[in-house]
C-alpha cells in the first residue's frame, strides 16, 4: 500500500469564493471560458453524491443500452471532467472535450455559480444529483485517502469539522445543494436523488431518460438498470476507477465502490457529532424547501 505523504498532495486555493485545489486554480481561466455546445449534456454532483453512478446511466441511455462503448472505454474517458488538469496520462478535462465528437457529457463538481456561461447561453441539459449530507461526509472522508490529488483529510474528527464548515475542495455542501436547487427552474436542470435511485432505479432511470428526449422500452430499462447496479460495478473495470491514473484516484489503496448505501453515516457519527450536525443542519437548510432522506 501506497499512501502519498501530506506534502506531496495539493493545496486548497479560493476560486471566486469557493476552495478548490491549486491545479484547478491554475487551469479555472481556461475552464471559464469553456464554450459549450447545445447538445452538450452536463451532469453536475457535490463530491461522492453518485456522479460516476449517474455517468452510467445517462451514457447507457443516450447509447440506447449497453453498447461496445460503453464495455470497453473507462468512464472517465467518456466523460471529461470539466476543472480537472492533466493528470499524469490523463489530459485536462477541457483539453479532452476539444477533442471529443458531439453530443458530449460533461462532468462537473462545480457550484452552480463557477459552470461556464456557455452552458446557460447555449440553453445545455443538466442533471444535477444531490445526496444526503452525512452519507456524503462518511464518503468523502474516505475518498481522500485514495485521491492523492487531494488534500490531506486528517482525523475523522478533523475532517467532520472541515465538511460542516464548508472548508473542504468543492466548498459547502450545503451551499452546493441549495445553490443549484434555487435555479432548477430558471435552466433545463433535472434534480435527481442518490437515495431515489437506489430504493427505484427503474422510475429514476425512465425520469433520466424523459429528461433526456429518449424513450426506452422496458427491456432495455431493465438491461441499463442491472449494468448499473453497485455490484455490476463494483467488479467493472470501465466504472470501478481501476483504469484511471493512480496519481489521481488509487483503488490499491481502497475501492472506490466502496458501500453504496443509504445510513452509512450511523457507523461512523458518534452521538455527540450527530447532534452538532442536526443543530447546524438545521440552522443552514432552515429557508430552503429541499428535503433529503437519510435512510430509506
Ligand atoms: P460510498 O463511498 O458511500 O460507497 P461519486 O461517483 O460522486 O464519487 O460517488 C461515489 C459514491 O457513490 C460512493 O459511495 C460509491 O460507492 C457510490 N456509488 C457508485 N456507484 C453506485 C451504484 N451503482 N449504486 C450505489 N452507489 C454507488
Request: charged share 25%; hydrophobic share 40%; net charge neutral.
Amino acid at each position: 500500500m501506497v499512501l502519498t505523504p501530506d506534502s506531496e498532495r495539493q493545496r486548497i486555493c479560493d476560486v471566486k469564493g469557493v476552495p478548490l485545489i491549486s491545479s484547478m486554480h491554475e487551469i479555472f481561466g481556461r475552464v471559464e471560458k469553456f464554450q459549450a455546445k447545445a447538445d452538450d449534456i452536463l451532469i453536475a454532483t457535490y463530491p461522492k453524491a453518485g456522479t460516476t453512478w449517474m455517468i452510467e446511466i445517462m451514457d447507457s441511455i443516450r447509447q440506447g443500452g449497453i453498447t461496445k462503448e460503453i464495455t470497453t472505454i473507462p468512464s472517465h474517458e467518456r466523460t471529461p471532467f470539466l476543472e480537472l488538469s492533466s493528470m499524469g496520462t490523463l489530459p485536462a478535462g477541457v483539453d479532452l472535450l476539444k477533442d471529443m465528437p458531439s453530443p458530449r457529457l460533461v462532468k462537473t463538481h462545480l457550484p452552480f455559480q463557477l459552470v461556464p456561461q456557455s452552458f446557460w447561453d447555449k440553453g445545455c441539459k443538466v442533471i444535477y444529483v444531490a445526496r444526503n449530507a452525512k452519507d456524503i461526509l462518511v464518503s468523502y472522508f474516505f475518498f481522500h485517502k485514495i485521491t492523492p490529488i487531494l488534500p490531506h483529510a486528517g482525523t475523522w474528527d478533523d475532517f467532520f469539522e472541515s465538511f460542516l464548515s464548508g472548508n473542504v475542495v468543492w466548498g459547502s455542501w450545503f451551499d452546493h445543494v441549495t445553490g443549484w436547487w434555487d435555479v432548477r427552474e430558471k435552466h433545463q436542470i433535472l434534480y435527481v436523488f442518490y437515495e431515489d435511485i437506489l430504493q427505484d432505479p427503474m422510475r429514476e432511470v425512465e425520469r433520466v431518460a424523459r429528461f433526456l428526449g429518449h424513450t426506452l422500452d422496458n427491456g432495455t430499462i431493465q438491461e441499463i438498470v442491472k449494468h448499473t447496479s453497485f455490484n455490476m460495478m463494483k467488479d467493472n473495470p470501465m466504472t470501478n476507477f481501476s483504469r484511471m491514473p493512480t496519481c489521481i484516484v488509487d483503488v490499491r489503496i481502497s475501492p472506490f465502490m466502496r458501500k453504496g448505501q443509504v445510513g452509512d453515516w450511523k457507523n461512523h457519527f458518534t452521538v455527540a457529532q450527530n447532534q452538532r450536525f442536526e443543530e447546524e443542519y438545521r440552522r443552514r437548510m432552515a429557508k430552503t424547501s429541499l428535503r433529503f432522506r437519510t435512510e430509506l
